[in-house]
């Protein structure tokens, strides 16, 4: 089955009003990519608005780098599902390494997150769940491992048709943002596993499309996603740059 690609864009803590509009206007240029090539941009929450005056004929879809798991309520400085779609958020991205090592995002908090944002009744999100080995697990043979355990934690409660609402980002942690791209021949064992895990969990391996994230330039995005099982890119630091960034969505046309 021909899944379609799929790139996202994490802007993490960075970007403005300006790069908004920037990045915007990049991508209006491309309309016949954007018609084959599914492109998420996940910016800061408070740019959301901003972003949803330069979003034109659904060809741009707006994502959010977190959720908390609560509807609403005393969780001072957070975003709840509900502020986030009104603001024009489709996709969720869900347990990024940096959430997990330092925002507290546990295996029970991410299964949590991933659960309210499946049963919210409102509106129908996508979650793009992040999972990854850090450099010491990958020395120790312990990838897969630890990439079961993340992926059978996030997904406990999750039906197999909830899962095709889902995402599956493989960003090994040694990887991101820091010029170590993993090998297209790494990347693509990782999803192989992920993908024949699915398909022993929920009949799936055909439907759910696999990205990779950690350090996908311009330069190096054709190689990675021409690889059977990678399905496009959840990209930081290229995404910034609209060139870039627009040279990595033709990258994953050219895959298709
Ligand atoms: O964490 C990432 C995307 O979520 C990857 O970041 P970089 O592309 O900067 O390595």
């Known amino acids: 089955m021909q899944r379609q690609p799929v790139v996202i864009a994490n802007w993490k803590m960075n970007g403005n009003r300006q790069l908004a509009k920037q990045m ?17 941009v996940c910016p800061p929450a408070v740019l959301l608005p901003a972003w949803q005056q330069h979003v034109f004929y659904d060809a741009v879809h707006l994502g959010a780098q977190d959720v908390n798991e609560f509807e609403h309520g005393a ?12 603001a024009g958020a489709e996709y969720i991205l869900i347990g990024h390494s940096e959430r997990r090592q330092h925002y507290g995002d546990t295996d029970a908090r991410i299964s949590a997150k991933v659960n309210a944002v499946l049963n919210y ?81 929920y009949a799936a391996a055909d439907t759910v499309p696999l990205l990779y994230g950690g350090s ?31 040279a990595i969505c033709r990258a994953a046309v050219a895959r298709s």
């Open 121 to 201: 009744q409102a509106q129908q999100l996508k979650v793009v769940l992040c999972v990854g080995e850090t450099e010491a697990e990958r020395e120790t043979h312990q990838t897969t491992t630890v990439v079961e355990a993340q992926l059978s934690a996030a997904l406990e409660q999750v039906t197999a048709a909830q899962m095709t609402h889902v995402v599956i980002a493989y960003e090994p942690v040694w990887a991101i943002g820091t010029g170590k791209t993993a090998s297209p021949a790494q990347a693509q064992e990782v999803h192989r596993f992920i993908r024949s895990w699915l398909q022993q969990k």
């Open 24 to 40: 915007a206007e990049a991508l209006r240029e491309e309309a016949g990519l954007l018609s084959q090539v599914q492109v998420v």
């Open 75 to 86: 969780h001072t400085g957070e975003h709840s599902l509900a502020l986030l779609g009104e």
């Open 216 to 246: 996908v330039k311009a330069d190096n995005a054709e190689t990675l996603f021409a690889e059977q099982d990678i399905d496009g890119g959840l990209i930081g630091g290229a995404s910034l740059e609209p060139d870039a960034f627009v």
